[in-house]
Structure formats: C-alpha cells, structure tokens
C-alpha cells in the first residue's frame, strides 16, 4: 500500500497532506512520512529546461519523408515531431497515440480507430480521421516505394467515418493490426486536398515543434503545447548528430548534451564509475543483422550461406565485442524476449569444419568475400568483423572487412552491398518483423530471400486468432529462415546508453528502441534544474 502511495506522490496524483496522513495511519512516524513525501517529490516530474540528445546514426541524406526512415536520427525525431495511432509503454505493452481506442469486428478483418479530440497539428489544425487516411494510404499506393508498404497493403481500404473514427478493411484476419500501427513509418501527417500529405514541411502533432535545423547535424525543437497525452516536460530539445563513440562520450561528460543514445562498452565501466552520469542497460529485441544477398554469387548459393553462419563464433563476439551485453542470436529476428519465441530450435554453434565440408560441397573452398561495415551503426561494428574475420579464417575463409563512411551507410551500403552489417530496432510483434523483413518482395527484405513456404505460413498466422497454432506457425517459420535464409543474426544487442545524473526517468524503459523507445524527451525531465 505505501509503495502505491509513493507512486502517485511521484507522479503528482496526491497531495502532501493527504500523503502524510496516510503514512500516519500506516503507523509511521512524522518524519519518516516526511522523509518517504522528499524522496517522492524530488523523483516528481517537473517541467522546464532544454533537453541536449548526442545521437548515434544521422546522415546528412536522410528525410523528413515517413517511407524512407532509417536512421536513429530519423526515427528519434519522428518520435518527437509526429504522431502515430499507438505506441509501445514503457513497460511493452500496447498503448494510445493519436488514438484512444480501438476495435476489431469477429474475425479481425475489420479494425475501428476512434481519435483523440484534443490532438492538434503545429500548425494549428486539429488532426482528424482524413489526415490519418491520406497517411496510411501514402504507404498502400500502389507506387508507393515506402519500406512500410509490405505492412499497410494488407489494408484493401482505409476509410473515414466521421472527422474522428478510421476504419481499416483488411483482406484477411490480423490479430496484430494495432500493434503495426506503432511501426515508426506510419506517422500521422497533414492531409493535403489532394488526398496526399504534407512530409515536406515536418508539421506534425508530437511533443514537440520543429523550430530549424539539419539532417546529420543538429535540430531544435520546442514544446507543443497541445500535445493530446502527458509529458513533454522540456521547454526545448536539441538533437545533436555525433557518429562517433568517442566525440559522443566527451560531450556527455563535458555537460555538452544531457543524454546520448549509445555509449562504447570499451569504456562502460570507466564512464559507470563518473558520478554525474548514470547508464541505462535494457535487454532488447534490437538484432545486428549480417544480410548476403541471395540473388548475388556467392549467397545465392544455400551451402554458402550456411558455411558463413557455421563460421562466426556468436559467444566470443557477445562476450569481447559486446562485453556480454547482447543475447545470442539463431539466425531468425525473434528473441527471448519477444512473444513466440522459438525456444526448441537448435543454437547454431561455431563450427569451422562444418563450413569447411559445406564450402567443399558447393565446390568453394578458400572462399573470399568482402563484409561492409560502418563505426556508427552500433559501438563495435568494426570490431565485430575483424573478430567475424578471424573465425572465418579458420574455415579456409578469406573475410575481408569493407569500412564504410558513416554518412549514406543505409541508402548507398545496406540492401545493395552483397555482404553487410545492420543494426534493426526491435519490433513489436513477429508478424511485423517476419512481414518486412523476410516476406517475398518485401521493400526491407535485406537478403532479397525468397520462400514460398515461409510466405504461405504468415499468411495463414496473420489470420490465426489460437495463440497455440500460431506458435506453431512461426516456430516453423524460424527453423526455414535459421536453415535456408539469407540473414546470419549474431546477438540482440541491449541498448546501453548515458545521461547525465540530473535526468530523472520511471523505472521502466521501452526496449523498442534506444532512448526510452525513442521517447525519452517526451517522457523524461531534469530532476533539479540547479544542477
């Protein structure tokens, strides 16, 4: 009971008075109440400050354009700038945006979403049901070449009712339908009277205002006021692009930014140690992905692909790269943390004379290819590959380690080098990941694989409203992608990322994305402005 207590005196649902009286009548003393109602109040949100992010990931090419986002800096962004119908708690279960409920038919091929009254763009006009129809159908066109549009065709049509009630008409069951909609593509913009949308202005209805800025550089932003949900406690946000680990710590510890998104697990404990700076360590579903792109010699050849995935060696890349924070990966995108996870499918083990024999098979042996990589997709990319590489060498492979700039990496790098490095945010269900990660033709099918088989399963577990037969389903689905895909998935990586000791936050972080899933200037606050 106290501890419920304490709770709604940090979140500012009761007064002191109240809470005094009722540490009395729990039986504690005046000065232990008064002692629990500091602590509660200094953990309180208050409101105020400028908020400074060091941001991992930005690139100079990137766009306020929803079906291109990419990058950290684009996805961050977006969180503060637009809205989207639901997002991900921070304690992961599903929860409002823009919408305030919403509802399937019997059998889930009809989704209603009713919209927040008190949602209003920046530029002043309230967001209604058109502007979420032009926003989702911007994805759905037919020439539409958004990533996200492997997930939103399954709409057959979206519609009005009213200013405040979208219907979507999907052309079969998908249990998962709301949760796709926090799918960070899919932010509510603008409609024009044209039926399309306005991206190229950056309106928005988030937290937060654009007020000028850069891509790969910097943003300003400033709050909006008619922000339909709580929070939004700064004044002002700065994101701030710094690609490298290095340049990114020295500022946190400089007092340069207030947070940054990703911190070197070289220098963890050195930077744990600071007493201004506190680090946050969230075990994720977020996979480094190493796609061959299986319309390319030589991963078009299955024995090839296998070889490469018999030729890492995941533990030791977890324990000296990672420094032991990641889980293993098993070559599929779901983790242990996720819903239906496959636990029953064998770990691929490091295995030199396997690859070796399969290599053999495929006639070849001493095989030489080339792994593209960037400094800024994760701390330790780099040394991922050259571990990666002396694995491999003990298969008679010849693995060499292509550093990429950062700037372009994911228009000029991923989904066209034949062999690379990604780093993916978690996403919230299997049906979201498998649907545009793995389906045939999907726009972010980063190996270009292709199985009819795999394809004909999500089909059939979209539909499935039994969680037993869609376990089922999607453990399948795993062993053909562990066994046939073109995607080695060494780790989950955790998201470990700093802030400076004056940035309070709730116990529970999303692990959706880094940063309090992306949210954290929404969502955090400056726990004494004197410091």
Not at 135 to 146: D, G, I, L, Q, W
Not at 168 to 191: E, I, N, Q, R, S
Not at 423 to 441: C, H, L, M, N, Q
Request: glycine share 6%; aromatic share 10%; hydrophobic share 40%.
């Amino acid at each position: 009971m106290i501890d419920l207590a304490i709770e709604d005196a940090t979140n500012g649902r009761i007064s002191r008075r109240w809470f005094m009286e009722f540490t009395a009548a729990m039986g504690l003393s005046a000065i232990a109440g008064s002692s629990l109602w500091t602590k509660a109040a200094q953990a309180a949100p208050v409101r105020g400050g400028n908020f400074r992010v060091g941001i991992h990931d930005g690139n100079t090419s990137d766009s306020h354009d929803p079906g291109t986002y990419a990058t950290r800096q684009m996805v961050y962004l977006a969180h503060q700038h637009r809205s989207y119908l639901t997002l991900i708690e921070p304690d992961g279960t599903l929860g409002p945006d823009l919408a305030t409920e919403w509802s399937p038919n019997k059998d889930a091929t009809e989704w209603a979403f009713k919209l927040n009254p008190k949602a209003y763009f920046h530029s002043g006009r309230k967001v209604a049901a058109g502007d979420v129809v032009a926003s989702m159908n911007y994805h759905r066109n037919e020439k539409s070449t958004s990533a996200a549009r492997g997930l939103i065709r399954q709409a057959v049509d979206v519609v009005a009712d009213g200013d405040d009630i979208v219907i979507f008409k999907l052309g079969a069951g998908t249990a998962d339908w709301p949760w796709l909609m926090t799918d960070y593509h899919l932010a509510v913009c603008p409609a024009n009277d044209d039926g399309t949308i306005d991206w190229q202005s950056g309106d928005g209805s988030g937290p937060y205002k654009l007020n000028d800025g850069q891509f790969g550089v910097r943003w300003k932003l400033s709050r909006h006021d008619q922000w339909h949900l709580k929070g939004a406690y700064f004044d002002t946000v700065e994101m701030i692009v710094l690609n490298d680990d290095a340049a990114r710590q020295s500022a946190l510890i400089a007092g340069e930014v207030d947070v940054v998104s990703s911190v070197s697990l070289k220098t963890l404990d050195f930077l744990a140690r600071n007493p201004g700076i506190k680090i946050d360590n969230v075990p994720s579903a977020s996979p480094i992905t190493m796609p061959m792109l299986c319309d390319t010699a030589p991963f078009n050849n299955l024995d090839v692909r296998n070889a490469l995935k018999s030729a890492i060696d995941r533990e030791d890349i977890i324990q000296r790269v990672m420094r032991g924070n990641a889980t293993i990966g098993n070559d599929f995108h779901l983790s242990p943390t996720q819903p239906f996870w496959p636990s029953k499918i064998p770990q691929i083990q490091y295995d030199p004379d396997r690859a070796r024999s399969l290599l053999k098979k495929a006639g070849m042996e001493n095989l030489s290819v080339a792994i593209s990589v960037s400094d800024s997709l994760f701390p330790g990319a780099v040394d991922l590959c050259s571990l990666y590489q002396q694995h491999a060498l003990k298969a008679g492979i010849n693995l060499t380690v292509d550093r990429q700039p950062a700037d372009g990496y994911y228009s000029e790098v991923w989904m066209k080098k034949p062999f690379c490095v990604a780093s993916w945010g978690a996403r919230p269900t299997a049906d979201v990941i498998f649907t545009e990660a793995y389906k045939s033709g999907a726009p972010w099918n980063e190996s270009h694989w292709e199985n009819p088989q795999f394809d004909k399963l999500l089909l059939r577990a979209k539909s499935e409203l039994e969680e037993g037969k869609r376990a089922e389903m999607y453990e399948e689905m795993c062993s053909i992608a562990r066994d046939d895909g073109g995607t080695i998935i060494p780790m989950f990586s955790n998201f470990v990322y700093a802030r400076r000791a004056n940035v309070a936050h709730e116990q529970k972080l999303a692990a959706s994305w880094e940063l309090d899933g992306a949210r954290a200037p929404s969502r955090w606050w400056f726990a004494n402005q004197d410091d």
